[in-house]
């Protein structure tokens, strides 16, 4: 029998905002990420959306007794989807990887009424950087789309629910790839 893991590529690769099991590094083939909005949230977040030519690095984690509920809870603006693509992994036992998408029918770009969120933005590169390191997150911002998204600057009140303190050079690696990408964010109203 195959133990159930997820597959994330966004803040759930940041280890400290979940207690999942057996987390490690793996590798999605097939998909990208996307800065998309839904009419399911207010702001802007990471999905994954099919591309044939695309790798995206992201984090395993064990889903134990196979109960979803936590998970698909914390996920709730995404559709699970299971066995239809190739993840390379550590684990010497077989699994049956799960990973979480919009529905492609729901998303739109980001705008000013849907921005990115600095402390959301701030959250996944923290999880690249411990993870993957310095090239892990230069991979993140090359293999992610929508960097002409607006990106509001909530670090002083962070709206993400599950934001986190980093230190002066994680804020520094945040602020230097958006200044590469000639991205400044916008302050709050």
Known sequence: MSAPYFFGYGSLVNRATHD?????PARLRGWRRAWRHTDLRPVAFLTAVPCEASEIDGLIAHVPGN???ALDEREWAYDR???TYSITHGLTHPADIAVYAVPIERQSPPDTRHPILLS????VVQGYHQMFGLDGVADFFA???GWDAPILDDRSEPRYPRHQTLTA?????????????NVKPIQPA
């Open 81 to 83: 989807h299971s066995a």
């Open 67 to 69: 109960d979803w509920a």
């Open 143 to 145: 293999t992610t789309d």
């Open 169 to 181: 050079d994680e804020t520094g690696l945040v602020d230097h790839h958006l200044s590469d990408l």
């Open 120 to 123: 959301y933005l701030d959250v």
């Open 20 to 24: 999942y099991l057996d987390p490690q």
